[in-house]
């Protein structure tokens, strides 16, 4: 069976200083916070078709906590486009440098064959970020939309992109053209913490993709997600969701920061449950048609579970019945 191979990966360059610093340990997690090991039969049916198809998954590269119970329901986030990422964010464990090789022209196929073999019902594809590339990756993923589309007809598809910062924003139009059902682009954070926290990125480029895929096609699914427990406080977040909605944002995901390791940007606290649904309502009541706020929610987290009631609610409000 093959293995994917990890030792070609360059060492990260996310600021090693930032190790010896003894403001970035991690504080003890509370309760709320602590899943269990990944382990199961499906867990391990899920890793081998993965392996198999010679796969990376953001849920492995990323470190995610929900890892073991999304992977024992033959869910996972696939991660195209290689396992080096081109920008140095702090608060992600994704491993930094320059990509050694270009776009596998097989990787569309193999997902699609993936999503099949899994009997994924909505699948999510994710990505590293590829600043070498000319167009950022824009017709990798529209590839592997179509393959998945011609594979899986009845699979609902959700996309999670890079900024495409380097890049015209026409690049955009081929993805949102080849027909994703949810378009997901992540502010992760509060803008007065781009500098230290999302250093390549700019805050109001990704509110203009966001923008951008509502003006190419208004029916389409936008997403968006914060982390808190970086920093920022209270009113940030809510301007960030004031922003999201000004670019008709339908669906807000926000979850607990974890820091991956000592280099990275430490966890400043732990968000309460209790807080986690203020902020929920507080988006409810802006105007989200979906809102998924809570110290474990991810980008992906019951993703086919929510994209369901997303349409739902979008059904409700245009007074739409089944």
Request: with cysteine; glycine share 6%.
């Amino acid at each position: 069976m093959a293995e994917i191979k990890r030792d070609l990966k360059i060492p990260s360059q996310r600021h090693p200083e930032k190790a010896k610093r003894p403001d970035n340990i991690q504080p003890k997690k509370p309760k709320w916070i602590r899943v269990k090991a990944p382990v199961g039969k499906g867990y391990t049916e899920t890793r081998n078709i993965l392996r198999e198809h010679k796969l990376v998954t953001v849920c492995e590269e990323a470190g995610c906590p929900n890892v073991g119970e999304c992977w024992n329901q033959g869910h996972a986030t696939m991660m195209i486009m290689g396992d080096i990422c081109t920008r140095a964010c702090t608060f992600c464990n994704i491993a930094t440098g320059k990509p050694l090789e270009g776009l596998d022209p097989f990787e569309p196929a193999r997902v699609a064959d993936a999503v099949f073999k899994l009997g994924l019902k909505h699948v999510v594809i994710t990505s590293v970020d590829r600043d070498d590339i000319e167009d950022g990756g824009a017709s990798h993923f529209a590839k592997t939309i179509e393959l998945i589309r011609r594979k899986c007809r009845g699979t609902s598809i959700e996309i999670l992109t890079p900024d495409f910062l380097r890049c015209d924003f026409s690049v955009i139009d081929q993805i949102v053209d080849a027909g994703p059902d949810v378009f997901n682009h992540n502010l992760e954070t509060v803008p007065s913490l781009y500098p230290e926290v999302r250093p390549g990125a700019r805050y109001f480029h990704s509110l203009r993709l966001l923008q951008r895929i509502k003006e190419i096609d208004p029916s389409r699914f936008t997403k968006s997600g914060i982390m808190v427990g970086l920093g920022e406080d209270k009113q940030s977040v809510l301007q960030v969701m004031d922003d999201m909605r000004a670019a008709n944002v339908d669906f807000l995901t926000i979850g607990q920061y974890l820091q991956p390791t000592p280099k990275h940007h430490a966890v400043k606290r732990f968000v309460t449950p209790e807080e986690f649904e203020s902020y929920k309502k507080a988006a409810v009541g802006k105007g989200f048609l979906m809102v998924s706020a809570s110290p474990l929610t991810r980008s992906s987290y019951h993703a086919g579970d929510d994209f369901n009631r997303l349409r739902e609610a979008r059904n409700l409000k245009l007074g739409v019945t089944a």
